[in-house]
C-alpha cells in the first residue's frame, strides 16, 4: 500500500485539506514562500469546512491566498494524498489535533494577467512573495516532509501543463 494515499480511518488523525496546482499559459506553476516560514514555499492549500466541497475549498482558499479567481479546472487528483507534520510542528499545528493533513489536489490553468496575483493584498497573507516555476522544480522548494506529496503531484499532473 503506498503511505502517501489517505484512507477513511485516516480522518480521524489528519486534517481534511484541499489544493491547488495553479499553471500557466507557459507551463509553470505558481508556488508561494510562506510568511511565517521563511524558504519554506507551497502551493495554495488550506482546510475543507464542514459539508464543503473540496474542489470548492481548493477555489476559495487559492482565492483567499492569492486573490486569483480567473481560472479553469483542468484535474483532479484521483486519491487524497496524506503528510505528517513533524514532531516540533505536531503540537504547534492545531494544538496537536492532527497527525499531518490529508489532502485533495486540483490542476487549474490561470486565465488572468499576472497582475491579478496579491499575496499581501488578500485579508489574512499567508505569503510573502510568489513565482512561477518549471514543475520540475517544485518538489526541491518544498518543506522535506511535503515533498513526496509534490512528487507524486508532479507526476499526476505533467500532462495537463501544455
Known sequence: MNPLIASEADAAFYRPCAGIMLINESGCVWVGERIDFPGAWQMPQGGINIGE???AAAL????EETAVS????LA???DWLKYEFPPELRGRSWK????GQ????????HLGDDNEIDVMGVDMPEFRRWQWVDLD???RLIVEFKRPVYEALVKTFRRHLG
Open 76 to 78: 483532479e487528483a484521483p
Open 102 to 109: 490529508m489532502q485533495k489536489w486540483f490542476a487549474y490553468r
Open 70 to 73: 480567473n481560472v479553469i479546472f
Open 60 to 63: 476559495r482558499e487559492l482565492e
Open 53 to 55: 466541497d473540496p474542489r
Open 96 to 99: 496537536g489535533r492532527w497527525r
Open 137 to 139: 522544480d517544485v518538489p
